[in-house]
């Protein structure tokens, strides 16, 4: 029983990176009325960890229920890698989101290979 | 007697988190992103405007207009004359070149500021980003 307990603790904790297509891009989501109330004029973002840049106030992508979606569109560097976000006013920034870790869609670095005959 | 309270609203930093990240679909309209470090200028003081695009497609011409809410008021344009990719891949944080624009506005407000993109494929300018910035 208890090394069951541990297995389960252990997969939650590492989670694969979400995989992300040339095609596709993330959405985030903030409340109108905190957008509103809370005077934000920009959104910044951080990759990997490294300094916060501005993303200015994009266009809402979608509003639902009070809620607006936000486009990010992230380097397509390969590897894995990981953002947070975090809202901004004239005073100063709000706390960030937690890490999101992406991993752009990379092409194979495997051939196929030991060709051989088979019956059609 | 009436006695007049005076209440003082003190703004404070955020305290809202943006959350609940999805993926979608990209269109063809945002294959770069503007990124811009500042959104709040002073008047009369000359800046240069610095970012970074990211994308995969190669254009000839990044022009920038800043404009108050009835008329362009200033507009910049950049031509890449070696054909090089205007919009190489990689985000700010991956040695990525940046393009330099001198920005000056002298008159206080509000302006809205958008970035364009063109080439011979896309006569057509596409926009690539659109933000408020404060000119105090």
């Known amino acids: 029983m208890t090394f069951l307990i541990a297995v389960v603790l252990s997969a939650s904790l590492f989670q694969p990176p979400t995989v992300l297509l040339p095609t596709e891009a993330f959405a985030y989501e903030f409340p109108d009325a905190a957008l509103s109330a809370e005077s934000i004029d920009r959104f910044e973002v951080s990759y990997d960890g490294a300094a916060f840049t501005s993303l200015g106030l994009p266009p809402k992508l979608s509003t639902a229920n009070g809620i607006s979606k936000y486009k990010l569109i992230p380097p397509q560097t390969s590897g894995t890698h990981t953002f947070s976000l975090r809202a901004c006013n004239a005073v100063g920034c709000g706390p960030a989101s937690s890490p999101f870790a992406f991993a752009p869609l990379s092409s194979p670095t495997v051939a196929p290979g030991n060709i051989t005959k088979v019956p059609r | ?80 004359s070696d054909q090089s990719p205007l919009c190489p891949s990689g985000g700010p944080n991956q040695n990525q070149r940046p393009h330099v624009m001198p920005l000056l506005v002298v008159t206080p407000g509000r302006y809205w500021l958008e970035a364009f993109l063109r080439s011979d494929a896309t006569p057509d300018a596409m926009r690539i980003d659109a933000f408020w910035i404060t000119v105090k």
């Open chain 2, 1 to 80: 007697m009436w006695l007049l309270l005076a209440a003082l609203v003190v703004q404070q930093p955020p305290i809202s988190v943006p959350k609940n990240i999805s993926k979608v679909p990209r269109q063809s309209s945002d294959v770069c992103q503007l990124q811009i470090g500042v959104t709040e200028l002073q008047a009369g003081v000359s800046y240069e405007l610095v970012f970074f695009v990211d994308a995969v497609l190669r254009y000839q011409t990044i022009q920038v207009s800043l404009s108050d809410p009835f008329s362009v008021t200033h507009a910049w344009s950049r031509n890449v």
